[in-house]
């Protein structure tokens, strides 16, 4: 569809632009290294959003253990470019390979479950492999993975970014999406319709895993350090806030949410309970009364932003825009 | 002298026996609730370490002594369980399940970090509320608070079961977990025995904080969160839903660890009830007691 | 050879016969109903020739070949569709796309050609596109074909559940209670609806329906159950002066 393409087009010179503006602001030090540093983290926290909401808001799989996807992808990563002296990019595509493939030999036998019992056993795989990390003398086991370089730059992180986003917003705007969606809505219809419910499951959890793991890579090699306390499942938690404040199965609310709730971090750094505290609240009051987040299943577009003005908002999966 | 393997074996069944009833207390409020309104309790965990906290203050502020404090601890437990259950989970009653899920964890979190800013993350020392008395047997020794463990979580189980299955609240609950339809329309105020189920299971994990925090000395906000996922798969393991599959769990459950982490390795104590949790997830996820209930198409 | 063909199909549940010795055979291009009391299995029986439920003894072939075991997914893609008694709709999503989702494993394009946007995925999307409003014309629900299922009226959902079973191409096509909740007026357009998607959509149709006149009046065939077990089998004349029949409906004649 020709309108696709234009508007594919406009977003794509917008991200180009702001990469430009603000890789300009870098080099200038107009930017100094603490808004740096937090620009790169809501780039990744968007990446660990958008990749966590392909499993939980798109396909419905309660999914909270994240952060072990994350962290293979970080720890995979820094053994390539630390002990096997590779390049970012290898370090990258293995992070993201290594995630993607336990994400598969997980997903397979656990999507299975449903509900409550498949979000207790990703929790709990979450925790055993950051436990088995954790006894790994080889990649530091408790004192940590130091000694990573400084591989990740905003250039890096910014196109990775959009390349998440562009990837995943493609793969829901497609039959496969689609049939992601539909195990979400009605699982019983979808394999009535003849859906492998399984395989695309299993899809959904092995693509967000993958995602996971090239956060984990970028986060690694931006901080010198890999940790198992980083990975623990309240950075799952986290990460799931950041979704479920955004609105499961939104994109735009996913990448709006990590933004907003990546400076609220930053700014109650100092007060780390009072941030687990105005997060646990936020879980709480969004579920009692606005459970579907911000912008709950839809995204933001030019044609929506044109109706603000009265008239109603249809919720499709087709024709979606970020920017 | 000489530990042979026997020995060995015997003690950490001892030290199993305990940590299982430990465990087995707080199992039971996971699989009551679970029970009645298909809701996993995330915050369940932290309700055991508000018990130890007030049985903290109890003994140190008000210089209660064991019993009186137990009781009170388990009392104050049970409002929190059931303002809870009234505050964040009933108006979700019919919401879809991620929504209550997530609300749960909101609570843990919000208890936990509530706790730590409350009380501060220092671990407190729990005051010597009960002699400790160390009986040897050869090789092995058996710790008297061990026993007071033990002793008190029979007590309370057995009380338990009389309840749930001799009396008329106790009746209630099983037809509310069966069916909540229909005991509604038999006429049973549905809210309040749900209500009753989170007190009663609230105040059972309060016990069990307390007599951990007697026996290991140290509390801390966090204390919960470890416990409360074990003892959740130690439900899970005897059959969630299932009263007496809790208990059974939770003994296994402590067991197990207990044996893990004599013969194997103290480090992957914790893994062990992961682990345990996906192997039954995968080949009998109703548990060892548990019935497979199937969806209506 | 007949389309369908079942053969001393049960199912047990604990202690319970839900259906036994169910033995059907359904030649292709004809319209048969099921008819039964409530409870008497008739939704269980649907639920084990599309899968859902594994039987506990028989066997089911289409075309002459097994599915039992195979899971409703490839019974579909073998050519069975259906509808459901409580409607399964997916709700939160359009109408457009919910004629759409039913279309996907006739879509050859993969994952890498949705992300990049490149080869089949363009036409294949424009094709579904065409296809799925074609179909929803059909069935008058092409205005409506950006509207959110749950939206619309109960009929309308109804249709469309039928319009989506039909968008999977299906050999043979069963509705479950298609005309509840209808009132008369909705049942005859309905009964209408049928026998002209039969014709031309070249189908075979076994549904389930309460609905005496819809049956009689539709049906080519019927088979009555009660407690699990057909009772009597054959045309609507004959199943209307059926004792046996009259009386698992009605009970026995008082003397």
């Not at chain 2, 049970?78 to 399940?97: Q, S």
Request: charged letters at 15%; a neutral charge.
């Amino acid at each position: 569809m020709i309108g696709n393409n234009k508007q594919l087009g406009l977003s794509i010179l917008a991200c180009i632009a702001v990469y430009g503006v603000i890789q300009t602001l870098i080099s200038l030090d107009v930017i100094g290294s603490f808004w740096q540093l937090n620009i790169v983290l809501v780039c990744i926290n968007i990446i660990l959003a958008v990749s966590l909401n392909l499993i939980n808001g798109f396909t419905g799989q309660f999914s909270i253990g994240h952060a072990g996807f994350m962290a293979v992808g970080a720890y995979v990563g820094a053994v390539l470019t630390v002990k096997f002296h590779l390049s970012f990019i290898i370090a990258l595509l293995g992070g993201a390979a290594s995630a993607g493939i336990l994400g598969f030999l997980i997903g397979l036998p656990t999507l299975r479950l449903d509900g409550d019992y498949l979000a207790i056993a990703t929790l709990g795989l979450g925790e055993i492999i950051r436990i088995t990390i954790l006894n790994i003398p080889y990649v530091g086991g408790a004192s940590g993975f130091m000694g990573i370089p400084r591989y990740t730059t905003f250039t890096w992180v910014f196109f990775l970014t959009v390349f998440t986003v562009l990837f995943i917003r493609n793969f829901i705007n497609s039959t496969h999406g689609r049939a992601c969606i539909s195990v979400r809505e009605n699982q019983i219809a979808a394999e009535a319709m003849g859906i492998d419910t399984t395989k695309y499951k299993v899809m959904a959890f092995t693509i967000g895993a993958a995602f996971a793991g090239v956060a984990g890579t970028l986060f690694a090699h931006y901080f010198y350090i890999a940790h198992p306390a980083s990975f623990t499942f309240m950075k799952s938690f986290d990460i799931l806030t950041i979704v479920v404040l955004g609105g499961l199965g939104s994109i735009s609310g996913s990448i709006t949410s990590a933004i907003l709730l990546t400076f609220i971090s930053a700014a109650l750094a100092s007060y780390p309970e009072w941030r687990m505290i105005i997060y646990s609240l936020m879980l709480i009051i969004l579920m009692l009364y606005r459970p579907q987040g911000l912008f709950g299943n839809k995204e933001i577009s030019l044609k929506m932003l044109g109706r603000l003005m009265g008239g109603n908002k249809r919720g499709t999966t087709e024709n979606h825009q970020t920017f | 002298m000489d530990f042979t393997f026997t020995q060995q074996l015997i003690q950490q069944l001892i030290n199993g026996l305990s940590l299982g009833s430990i465990y087995a207390l707080i199992a039971l409020g996971y699989t009551m609730v679970y029970g009645i309104i298909k809701l996993i309790n995330f915050a369940h965990g932290d309700i055991y370490m508000v018990g130890a906290y007030v049985a903290f203050f109890a003994t140190t502020v008000l210089k209660l002594s064991f019993f009186p404090a137990l009781f009170l601890a388990m009392v104050v437990a049970a409002m929190i369980g059931v303002l809870i259950e009234k505050l964040a989970y009933r108006p979700l009653r019919y919401a879809p399940r991620i929504a209550v899920l997530i609300t749960a964890i909101g609570v843990s979190l919000l208890l936990e970090y509530g706790g730590i800013l409350l009380v501060s993350p220092q671990p407190r020392t729990f005051p010597a509320v009960f002699q400790s008395k160390v009986f040897t047997f050869g090789n092995i020794v058996v710790n008297s608070q061990q026993v007071l463990i033990l002793g008190v979580s029979l007590a309370l189980m057995v009380i338990l079961t009389y309840v749930v299955q001799r009396t008329k609240i106790g009746k209630a609950m099983r037809a509310v977990s069966f069916d909540t339809d229909a005991a509604k329309l038999m006429g049973i105020d549905v809210d309040r025995v749900i209500s009753i189920t989170f007190a009663i299971g609230s105040a059972l994990a309060a016990a069990a904080g307390m007599l951990v925090g007697v026996y290991y000395n140290s509390i801390d906000p966090l204390m919960g969160i470890m416990p409360g996922l074990k003892a959740f798969v130690a439900a899970v393991l005897g059959g969630i839903g299932v009263i007496p599959g809790a208990m059974v769990g939770g003994v296994l459950m402590g067991v197990i660890e207990a044996l893990v982490s004599g013969f194997i390795s103290s480090t992957y104590r914790d893994a062990a009830a992961f682990a345990i949790l996906i192997i039954i997830l995968l080949f009998k996820p109703s548990g060892l007691l548990g019935k497979n209930v199937r969806e209506k198409v | 050879m007949a389309l369908l063909k079942t053969t001393k199909l049960s199912k047990v549940f604990g202690g319970l016969k839900a259906v036994s010795d169910f033995e059907v055979t359904i030649e292709k291009g004809e319209l048969i109903g099921l008819i039964g009391p409530n409870g008497a299995g008739k939704t269980t029986a649907f639920n084990l020739l599309t899968g859902v439920y594994e039987p506990t003894t028989g066997e089911i072939e289409l075309d002459g070949k097994s599915i039992v075991g195979l899971r409703p997914y490839q019974i579909t893609q073998q050519g069975f569709a259906r509808t459901f008694q409580n409607i399964r709709l997916f709700a939160e999503l359009t109408v457009l796309d919910n004629v759409k989702i039913a279309y996907h494993f006739h879509i050859k394009y993969g994952i890498l050609e949705s992300v990049l946007r490149i080869g089949r995925y363009h036409n294949e999307e424009a094709e579904i596109e065409k296809k799925a409003i074609a179909l929803l014309e059909i069935f008058q629900l092409a205005d409506k074909k950006d509207e959110i299922a749950k939206n619309l009226s109960y009929g309308e959902q109804r249709r469309l559940e039928i319009a989506r079973a039909l968008a999977a191409q299906p050999k043979l096509l069963l509705l479950d209670e298609p005309a509840a909740g209808m009132n008369p007026q909705e049942t005859q357009e309905l009964m209408k609806m049928i026998q002209w998607i039969k014709k031309e959509f070249d189908l075979t149709i076994l549904l389930i329906e309460h609905d005496m006149s819809l049956v009689m009046n539709v049906c080519e065939r019927i088979y009555v159950l009660e407690y699990g077990s057909i009772i009597a089998q054959g045309v609507p004349e004959e199943i209307k002066s059926n004792p046996r029949v009259i009386e698992a409906y009605l009970g026995e004649e008082v003397e």
